[in-house]
């Protein structure tokens, strides 16, 4: 009896290994098809499927559609985004510098790596900050912290998370669409989402300044950087 519920118990798991082995599998085909498309086009499933060398059929028994592997793609791009932003930031006091940075590390990446901006695009951002990722609390956290210093200011949490991730996605939509790194436009985005959260002109401007400047200082840090000129 007990060799027997053994066998079972290993038979379980390696299903479940074969499983998770065949979803990662097709989640880097997902992502090696975007690398391989030529500028302007985004692959379809026969793409995915060619480059995983797996049939339409095992593709369907994984996902229901291409849209399903982008959006999980996209979340899983979005907490290491988050995780980013968390570590390069955590030792700035200044918490307007620390509310300009996120905007500005959206934007920048965007330009930088358009195909993390593709996968970003997909997220459904008020699923995800209100899910059990730990990492989806990072974003209210430091509004919160911000609101508490005096830094910003704000009645509604909710609308003030919306003000930023939803100025920062969409402006990352916009450069994905012209693939152009426009400093002044990444720059004035950013400066509108700290006027939006009540800082002043020359505040905002300030904080954007400080945001950039520490970026740069710590850009070795990112593998998604290059060199730019000054924002």
């Known amino acids: ?14 299903a479940a290994e074969k499983r998770e082995r065949m979803h990662a599998r097709l989640i880097a085909a997902t992502m090696e098809a975007y690398l391989q498309a030529p500028a302007g086009f985004h692959p379809v499933i026969d793409d995915v499927i060619r480059v995983a060398e797996v049939s339409r059929g095992t593709f369907y028994k994984y996902f229901d559609s291409l849209d399903e592997v982008r959006a999980e793609i996209g979340r899983s791009m979005a907490g290491e985004m988050l995780s980013s932003y968390e570590a390069l930031f955590a030792g700035v006091e200044d918490y307007a510098v620390r509310m300009a940075a996120g905007p500005l590390m959206a934007l920048a990446r965007a330009a930088m790596e358009p195909r993390h901006a593709a996968f970003i695009s997909r997220v459904d951002f008020i699923e995800f900050l209100d899910g059990e ?4 609390v990072i974003v209210k956290r430091g509004l919160e912290e911000a609101r508490q210093r005096g830094q910003v200011q704000f009645e509604s949490l909710e609308a003030a ?6 100025v920062s996605l969409e402006g990352a939509r916009r450069i994905l669409q012209t693939g152009a790194l426009d400093a002044a436009y990444i720059r004035e985005t950013a400066t509108l989402v700290m006027l939006g959260l009540g800082l ?7 904080a954007v300044s400080s945001a950039w400047q520490h970026l740069q200082q710590v850009s070795d840090r990112l593998h998604w950087w290059r060199p730019v000129g000054g924002i």
């Not at 009896?1 to 379980?12: G, H, I, L, N, P």
């Not at 990722?133 to 989806?136: A, E, G, I």
């Not at 998370?161 to 939803?166: A, C, E, H, P, T």
């Open 133 to 136: 990722d730990p990492r989806s």
């Open 161 to 166: 998370v919306d003000l930023v991730v939803g």
């Open 200 to 206: 002043s002109r020359p505040q905002a401007s300030a």
């Open 1 to 14: 009896m007990e060799a027997s519920t053994a066998t079972d118990d290993f038979r379980v798991r390696s």
